[in-house]
């Protein structure tokens, strides 16, 4: 069974908004759902709904409504606070639809007005229905929640049916710890199985578990989208120099625009430092670039095994290495990057450094070194030593094997991206034509790079295809045909700070 965390939920819910699908639309499916499981329950009663103030509430407000409408049912909701007080619109809406819908409400603020509240609603009802948390709970439990778990889980005891939406309110989505949960006897958890109701712990707390369809969008969950850049860890106000990231660009000597594209887009993702080693004839013409690169000078016309005594030092104070972009395939260039790799915690290998990749480069840095690799189909084809397939399907299917065979996040460009670590893959089909000039592959390593400092591998591949993607395509609105690397650089701030506001 394939199971999600709550951060991969939130992500496919934005996404399902930025295709269209709102969340209103979501949440009137998932009460839907709600009031149907409740119908095979119980035929007619009493039933009492516990909502917080979120979406969670929102799911049970809806499932209220519909209830209420069917002959048999007295529906009682107990909001825990005000309703001014509701955290989404989409729930306070849903809320207002009740009093025109033969529901009684209650607002309850504390703990104290509503244990006097217990003896009636609470004893009376038939069923209860937990919808004071959903997956996004986060810390200690306040009142009146807390108390509102204990009557439900008394209610429980004596027998009466509970049910919980989405998981059993307190426990932890994801599998954590937990101080106190509703004990239910049925969860109707959304669109898929969450991490933390399959925990052992969990198993007292659930009941039987169903996972409920409501229409959630094929392409939210299989192509990347803005709900995907929210998962990206974000900078916080402790945080000092180097906290967010130190990249080192190894690249250049035939080519000198190549590393200097990669690194300054590892800055313009969020990196603190950025050096970029390269060759001795090109390291002044990459320095004249900006002056918020540090560069460090290599031995050589062309990176050589000599390079390892300045490299050494740098790869361990460096977070991530990017490396590949102007090399060049020289005999000794390839040989140095074969010496390299397992030097290496975490890498981005690109253009000419895939070159140097063989079957005895996986072996010797497996478990060492995490490592994505971005090629485009050629080099892809000769990663595998074998054409790379011309249909969407195929190209998933031999991408995803040769992530898993080889243990590393494969990033294949295309019109349509492909990013696999050979158990999870995702799609990403932002991008133009305009964007096959010269240097925005060169800008995906960097950004690539950057996210991996501070993000797990596929995570920060994913995102790095959507964001260059997106970049690309705000900046062709107003180049065209003649869009330049440099402005899908200039845009990569403005499509982080759309996430991380969204």
Known sequence: MKCISSLRMKAIDRNCECLGLLPVQLMENAGAVIAQHIRGKLE?????????????????FVAARHLAGSLGYIVNVVLLGKSRD?????AFRNFSLLKFSRVNMFEITDSSQLEASASE?????????????????????????????????LEGKAGKTVISIDIPSGLDPDGGDFEKAVHAGLTVTFHRM??????????????????????????????????????????????????????????GGPYSGAPTFAALAALKAGADLVTVAVPAPVAEIVASYSPNLIVRKLSSNVLCPDDLSILLDLISSHD??????????????????????????????????????????????AGNCELIVTPHAGEFARLRNMETPESLEARIKAVREFSEEKGVVTLLKGKIDIISDGKQTLLNRTGNPGMTV????????????????????????????????TAGDLAFEKAGNGLLATDVLEKIPEIIKIAEIG
């Open 44 to 60: 007619s009663g009493r039933v009492l709904f516990i909502a917080g103030r979120g979406n969670n509430g929102g799911d049970a």
């Open 86 to 90: 509701i955290g989404t619109k989409e």
């Open 121 to 153: 609603l609470f004893q009376e009802a038939d069923l209860l229905v937990d919808a004071v948390f959903g997956t996004g709970i986060n810390g200690k439990l306040r009142e009146p929640e807390s108390t509102a778990i204990d009557l439900i889980n």
């Open 194 to 251: 969450k991490i933390g109701l399959l925990s052992e712990k969990a198993k007292e707390y659930t009941g039987v578990i169903k996972v409920a369809d409501i229409g959630i969008c094929t392409d939210a969950e299989q192509y990347v989208g803005p709900g995907d850049l929210m998962m990206l860890r974000r900078r916080k106000s402790e945080e000092h120099k180097g906290d967010s990231g130190k990249i080192l660009v190894i690249g």
């Open 320 to 365: 991530v290495v990017v490396m590949g972009m102007g090399l060049g395939r020289a005999t000794e260039t390839l040989e140095a990057v074969r010496k390299i790799i397992p030097f290496c915690r975490k890498a981005v290998l690109d253009a000419d450094a895939l070159s140097a990749l063989s079957g005895t480069i996986f072996e010797s840095i």
């Open 438 to 469: 010269g240097g925005t592959g060169d800008v995906l390593a960097g950004l690539t790079g950057s996210l991996f400092s501070r993000n797990p591998a596929f995570l920060a591949a994913a995102c790095a295809a959507h964001i260059n993607g």
